[in-house]
Structures are given as C-alpha cells and as structure tokens.
Nanobody
Framework: QVKLVESGGGSVQTGGSLTLSCEASGFTGPRFGDGRICMGWFRQIPGKEREAITTVDNDGITKYADSVKGRFAVSKDNAKNTQYLQMNSLKPEDTAIYYC???????????????????WGQGIQVTVSS
C-alpha cells in the first residue's frame, strides 16, 4: 500500500519561503520492480483545476511548470523515498492546497508533470498573504 505524507505547509508573507516534504512508503510489488519512482507536486485552488507544477525522477531530473520555474526547486532523496519542494519568492497566487503524487517509472515511462499518477497524498495548505 503506497502512502504519501506531506508536511511543511503553512502561512507566509509575499516574498517569503516555505519547504514542503513528501515522505513516501509502500513501493513494493511488480509495479515497482525496478525501483524507479517518479514523484510530482501539484496544487489546486478551490474552484479551479489542479495544476501540475514539478516532477523529479530517480536520476534527479526535474521538470517545472512555467508558473513556478525559477522560484521553486524540487529534489528527491531516493534512500528515504522523500521529495522536497523549496518554494521561494512566494506570491499570493501561490496560495493553494499542494499535493504530492508518485508512481512507477518502470519500463521507461517518462517522468514529467503531464503524466498520470496513481498515488496521491492528502494535500497540505500553503497560504501566501500580501
């Protein structure tokens, strides 16, 4: 049973920084046979569609949505199955619920924000005040 747990959310003023963490467990079974995991961060503002903002794979290759490029940095500790999202220069429009997602990249499935993810965290609130 895959489990994703986000932490580190909260409130910050415009221009501030926050770091989110997502600790993952349960990557067992044939789906994860080669151990290659793609992890992503998404966010959703109530009433709007969920936005994919970053992905990171086992090799540390990262992808970013244009809305966060240059301000956010994602990283992954493969030994801990944990990914981090360092968010800098935060703006009020970054206010959202942030979700961690993960899935296998077995068989060379490309890791990028537009791919499907089977496993999701419960979400964590980030609020940026002006």
């Amino acid at each position: 049973q895959v489990k994703l747990v986000e932490s580190g959310g909260g409130s910050v003023q415009t221009g501030g920084s926050l770091t989110l963490s997502c600790e993952a467990s349960g990557f067992t079974g044939p789906r994860f046979g080669d151990g290659r995991i793609c992890m992503g961060w998404f966010r959703q503002i109530p009433g709007k569609e969920r936005e994919a903002i970053t992905t990171v794979d086992n090799d540390g290759i990262t992808k970013y949505a244009d809305s966060v490029k240059g301000r956010f940095a994602v990283s992954k500790d493969n030994a801990k199955n944990t990914q981090y999202l360092q968010m800098n220069s935060l703006k009020p429009e970054d206010t959202a619920i942030y979700y961690c997602a993960a899935d296998s990249s077995q068989g060379g499935v490309f890791c990028y924000p537009g791919r499907d993810f089977a496993y999701w965290g419960q979400g964590i609130q980030v609020t940026v005040s002006s």
